[in-house]
T-cell receptor, first 113, second 115 residues
Framework: LAKTTQPISMDSYEGQEVNITCSHN???????ITWYQQFPSQGPRFIIQ???TKVTNEVASLFIPADRKSSTLSLPRVSLSDTAVYYC??????????????FGTGTRLTIIP | GAVVSQHPSWVICKSGTSVKIECRSL??????MFWYRQFPKQSLMLMAT?????????EQGVEKDKFLINHASLTLSTLTVTSAHPEDSSFYIC???????????FGQGTRLTVV
């Protein structure tokens, strides 16, 4: 399983674009990169997933360089409600779909009014 | 995204009793389910991985006789904390994934307090 490294915490002001970078130097060929958001006392919520280049959905963008050893989650124009812990996970579903999901420390993002 | 429902959201039980937590995938067939526990200000710690119809695979240090996992159908997995003690108090979260999918979806979590 590829190990991930993220900043422990980040602060940003409302309305700014926030970029959270995750390092995963030993990512395997079949691994996907997935980001989750977690609010206190709630289960993680899927944000975005990608394999290479750039992926964009209605809430975020995910940038993955060609070597795939890192990835950056970009949150446009954050608001106070984006204050949460963000987790980067790297892995594959596995041959039988049972490869386990292991969480790293995550990044605690605090949005300042 | 897909919906995973966890029940109950919170439970308080007496020391020595057993508690069952249910995890249901509402709109997809979950061939694989994961169970986590999370202490305050910490990350999610994987307890076990289960596939429908087979025994769960427990992580090192997790007592399989204490944390009983059953994944009898493609939409339901249960975690039973047997003979609960105050140190078992934690936030328990389940996750489910479809066979051909790379995405996993999480329940809302269950806050267990053992008194």
């Amino acid at each position: 399983l590829a190990k991930t490294t993220q900043p422990i915490s980040m602060d940003s002001y409302e309305g700014q674009e926030v970029n959270i970078t995750c390092s995963h130097n030993n990512i395997a060929t079949n691994d996907y990169i997935t980001w989750y958001q977690q609010f206190p006392s709630q289960g993680p919520r899927f944000i975005i997933q990608g394999y290479k280049t750039k992926v964009t959905n209605e809430v975020a963008s995910l940038f993955i360089p060609a070597d795939r050893k890192s990835s950056t989650l970009s949150l446009p124009r954050v608001s106070l409600s984006d204050t949460a812990v963000y987790y980067c996970l790297v892995g594959d579903k596995g041959i039988f779909g049972n490869e386990k999901l292991t969480f790293g420390t995550g990044t605690r993002l605090t949005i300042i009014p | 995204g897909a919906v995973v429902s966890q029940h109950p959201s919170w439970v308080i039980c007496k020391s020595g009793t057993s508690v069952k937590i249910e995890c249901r995938s509402l709109d997809f067939q979950a061939t694989t389910m994961f169970w986590y526990r999370q202490f305050p200000k910490q990350s999610l710690m994987l307890m076990a991985t289960s596939n429908e119809g087979s025994k769960a695979t427990y992580e090192q240090g997790v007592e399989k006789d204490k944390f009983l996992i059953n994944h009898a159908s493609l939409t339901l997995s249960t975690l039973t904390v047997t003979s609960a003690h105050p140190e078992d108090s934690s936030f328990y979260i389940c996750s489910a994934r479809e066979a051909e999918s790379t995405e996993a979806f999480f329940g809302q979590g269950t806050r267990l307090t053992v008194v």
